[in-house]
């Protein structure tokens, strides 16, 4: 048996010992398990409900030699958002990470799991200076990375190399930002990175979903196309030998977050709302209410990388990640 990552059944981690004992037998409870994993032995492949972890089969499935056998369909006890929400990061929190920014969403991570945590960000930049603020104010324990403009030039090339979307700006710089993230856990000894993807499309915390005219249905489309996002990040992850570990994409946060109508995600001009509510009786509030930019342009990875590329005489960054491919 080769097992990456973790199992759980109805919040109880199991040891390997176990999974190959149930294995063994009772092959036919895997289905009933969560976690984030890639299991295989005897010719036969699984992987977790989501496909947190990645691998050669479809997310969800249970692969003997060519074939489909079986689904991955955890059905854990039904629970509130909050209780969803500190079980998925207890289950989390033996070992790693967190990648902080000091927004709710790593913030209410950050705040429950009580481990080390990385921010990432030119030297001044928002992301940095948030950071380090929310985490004296949390009393948490923070690693600070402010990569310069050569090494963010490094970085880039890397990643280019294992993303989806190469030639994508906004991919390309978010997956440089993630890059560093994943350099300094390893650097420190951690393989798992505890993020708060996901954590957007389920609770509606894009600023385009306030003008929304469809909202119900953009958060479901964007939640499908979420998949393709975990494929960029543990691809960047992998170069550095880690994963990242996404609480709010476990089974039981997802189907209490789906269950809440989409106004009330987004209303009076506040996103994310019911995630707000939960972080406000686990963080300062100021924490919990903060509005801040994406990774990729409070981080200033964005506006350094198309410096880097003006400077390579391409007014457009896509251009240059071309030549960079």
Partial sequence: MNLKGWIEHDGVRLPPADVERMLKEEPEALKECGGEFLL??????????????????????????SRTVARIAPDPLPCTLEEAIITAVSLRSDEGMVAFSGGVDSGLIAGLARLPCVAVGIAGSHDIIWATKTARMMG?????????????AE???????????????????IATTLSFVATRARELGHTRILAGQGADELFGGYARYLRSPGLAAELKRDFADHERQRTRDQAVAALHGTYFSMPYLDVRVVRAAQAIPAGEKVHGGVRKRPLREVAERHIPIEVARAEKKAMQYGSGIWRTIRGIARQNGYRQVADYLRTLI
């Fill in 40 to 65: 295989a032995w005897d010719g036969c492949t699984a992987r977790d409900t989501f496909g947190i972890m990645p691998g050669p089969v479809p997310p969800g499935t249970v692969c003997c030699g």
């Fill in 140 to 152: 948490l324990d923070l690693e600070v990375v402010t990569p310069t403009e050569e090494e963010v």
């Fill in 155 to 173: 970085a880039l090339c890397r990643v280019v190399g294992v993303i989806p979307d190469p030639t994508n700006p906004v991919e390309a710089s």
